[in-house]
């Protein structure tokens, strides 16, 4: 365990909150048993809850530079891996053949680190000018199930075949953290190489929180009131639920508008920070919206808010 790791549970809560991150501590306690035990985390969850925002927070808390794969549907090897620079080994090839270059050695020479065209995986496995990476796989329900198997053997043995060159394998393990939103099921082959956690909605006491640390101009009467706004329509049967990250974006919104108060003008407005489907929004918006201000409101004023 290198010294900017964290050394217990309390202290990974701890790096976590020093760069505003609120987290609670089946969270805290996944991640301090991956990063000690040097096993890979994989977050599911819905979009917006803050996977993401993990692996940024390990990458700056531990000084390691960040490789993310972005994962989308036909991502492929050589995308995400590697690929040769088959332009310049083709000028290799037509340099030796006119005698300007040696021939001998010529096909170990194609296939060497001179034409290999490095990607995040391979970049993760040996990071230039440091020790170790955090590779984030992000959204990895988004890639084709087959890519899923190539995954196996770098996260299991944090090493990449390659068929030309060989076994090339990490001096020191990159921290790996998976994400999924869970719009298929990911194999189970994957999540057994992984520590595995559901990061979930915060509660209305995490989110104030998160306000309170990323949104510190906003009034906290008015906090109070964005929180309980997104925990009724996280409630309601919406295509989308808004999360964390919708729920910064209102706040940063509200804050723009000079806001103090919701009132349903303002919430009709300015739901375009909050609702991201036109059939959420047009069920909000309106009698919906002041129904559901009006309930907040006697909740809150039933617990003294």
Same mark, same amino acid.
């Given at each position: ?104 050695? $010529?096909?170990?020479? %194609? ?9 995040? @995986? =391979? *970049?993760? /496995? ?9 590779? $984030?796989?992000?959204? %990895? ?9 190539? @995954? =196996? *053997?770098? /996260? ?150």
């Amino acid at each position: 365990m290198t010294p900017s790791m964290p050394t217990d549970v309390d202290g990974t809560l701890a790096m976590l909150s020093a760069h505003d991150y609120i987290a609670d501590r089946s969270l805290a306690t996944s991640l301090f048993l991956s990063l000690s035990l040097g096993r890979p985390l994989f977050l599911e969850g819905d979009a917006g809850v803050g996977k993401t925002e993990i692996a940024k927070v390990v990458a700056a808390a531990t000084g390691s530079p960040l490789v993310r794969l972005q994962c989308y549907e036909g991502l492929d090897i050589g995308t995400a891996a590697y690929e040769w620079n088959y332009p310049a080994q083709m000028m290799e090839i037509r340099l030796a053949e006119a005698g300007q270059s040696e021939t001998a050695g $010529l096909r170990e020479r %194609l296939y060497s680190d001179a034409f290999l065209t490095r990607r995040p @995986l =391979l *970049e993760a /496995l040996q990071p230039a000018g440091a020790e170790q990476a955090v590779l $984030l796989i992000d959204e %990895l329900d988004r890639a084709d199930e087959p890519f899923e198997a190539f @995954l =196996l *053997e770098v /996260l299991s043995e944090f090493q990449m075949t390659i068929p030309e060159m060989g076994t090339v394998k990490a001096k020191t393990p990159p921290i790996v953290l998976v994400t999924s939103n869970r719009t298929r099921e990911i194999h189970d082959a994957i999540k057994r190489r992984c520590f595995y956690h559901w990061v979930d909605y915060p509660s209305a006491e995490r989110e104030r929180d998160i306000l309170r640390r990323k949104a510190p101009d906003l009034p906290d009467k008015l906090s109070s009131e964005i929180v309980a706004f997104v925990h009724s329509l996280r409630g309601m049967d919406l295509f989308k639920s808004p999360g964390i990250a919708e729920t910064l974006d209102w706040a940063h919104a509200l804050t723009q508008l000079d806001v103090v108060s919701l009132d349903p003008a303002v919430i009709d407005q300015s739901v375009g920070a909050l609702l991201k489907y036109q059939d959420d929004v047009a069920r909000l918006r309106g009698t919906e919206a002041a129904s559901v201000l009006e309930q907040i409101r006697m909740e809150m004023s039933r617990e003294g808010q």
